[in-house]
């Protein structure tokens, strides 16, 4: 996959059995937003992918990335945990972890179970995903 749309973007989550089931289902979401946010521009779009191949593959490492899920489940989650802060956490119960300065373009998005995680996913499509994909796309006709 060493050619990309100019305008793609990441959804990446875990490879377990669990944040397929559960994690997934919130990744095709967010697709689905950003393909709408996108829509009318062929190469402004989303691809759903594992935290195992994102991890194994480190040409996709430059592209914008959000993911999915917690460090339990989510490798991805774990290795960004440290290096983005939270721009937005709710008394603990879920995360949503970005560059304030918008210069790093990647976001990650968690709770402490299911249901905090799907607040968090809709609360970064109300608030931060129409911003994140205006900085992703900047510059494309």
């Known amino acids: 996959m060493g050619d990309h ?47 195992r191949y994102y991890l194994t593959h480190p040409d996709l490492h430059s592209l914008p990335t959000i993911s999915v899920g917690g460090p339990g489940v989510n490798r991805l989650a774990q290795k960004l945990l440290k290096k983005l802060p939270a ?21 990650s998005i968690w709770g402490m179970d299911n249901p905090q995680t799907r607040i968090a996913v809709v609360t970064f499509a109300e608030r931060y995903l129409p911003r994140f994909t205006a900085l992703c796309w900047q510059g494309q006709a």
């Not at 990441?10 to 937003?33: C, H, I, N, W």
Request: proline share 4%; aromatic share 6%; net charge negative.
């Open 5 to 51: 749309p100019g305008g793609l973007i990441l959804v990446v989550t875990g490879s377990t059995l669990r944040a397929e089931q559960m994690d997934r289902p919130l990744a095709y979401f967010l697709q689905k937003q950003i393909d709408e946010l996108g829509d009318g521009h062929d190469e402004r779009m989303a691809l759903v992918i594992s935290d």
């Open 87 to 107: 721009v937005l956490t709710v008394e603990g119960k879920f995360f949503i972890q970005m560059d304030p300065e918008e210069v790093v373009l990647r976001a």
